[in-house]
Nanobody
Framework: QVQLVESGGGLVQAGGSLRLSCAASGRTFSSYAVGWFRQAPGKEREFVAAIRWSGIPTYYTDSVKGRFTVSRDNAKNTVYLQMNSLKPEDTAVYYC????????????????????WGQGTQVTVSS
């Protein structure tokens, strides 16, 4: 069983940066793949980024490539999402999710493939 808690969200101006954290409980978190998803009002939850248990490789949706970086510190049971050059369209609730059984890279962007989810953290980017 893994419990996830996101933090680091907030209000930022366009062009600014935020770093989200996803802290996990459970001794075996290091063996889980972790994904970041976001959901804006009135829209479906969408994939943002993912990282394998080893830290490599990493995956990003096209709209955040070059601006967002996902990383993890297994010793701290924490995964990070560094978000730079933020845009108003990045405004959403951001969720982290974890799963141990995602052996195919094709599964990483699919929300229902993940068994464990955090409660979400709000990111608001003003123009």
């Amino acid at each position: 069983q893994v419990q996830l808690v996101e933090s680091g969200g907030g209000l930022v101006q366009a062009g600014g940066s935020l770093r989200l954290s996803c802290a996990a409980s459970g001794r075996t978190f290091s063996s889980y793949a972790v994904g970041w998803f976001r959901q804006a009002p009135g829209k479906e939850r969408e994939f943002v980024a993912a990282i394998r248990w080893s830290g490599i490789p990493t995956y990003y949706t096209d709209s955040v490539k070059g601006r967002f970086t996902v990383s993890r510190d297994n010793a701290k049971n924490t995964v990070y999402l560094q978000m730079n050059s933020l845009k108003p369209e990045d405004t959403a609730v951001y969720y982290c999710a974890a799963d141990k059984g995602l052996h195919s890279d094709l599964s990483l962007p699919i929300a229902h493939e993940y068994d464990y989810w955090g409660q979400g953290t709000q990111v608001t980017v003003s123009s």
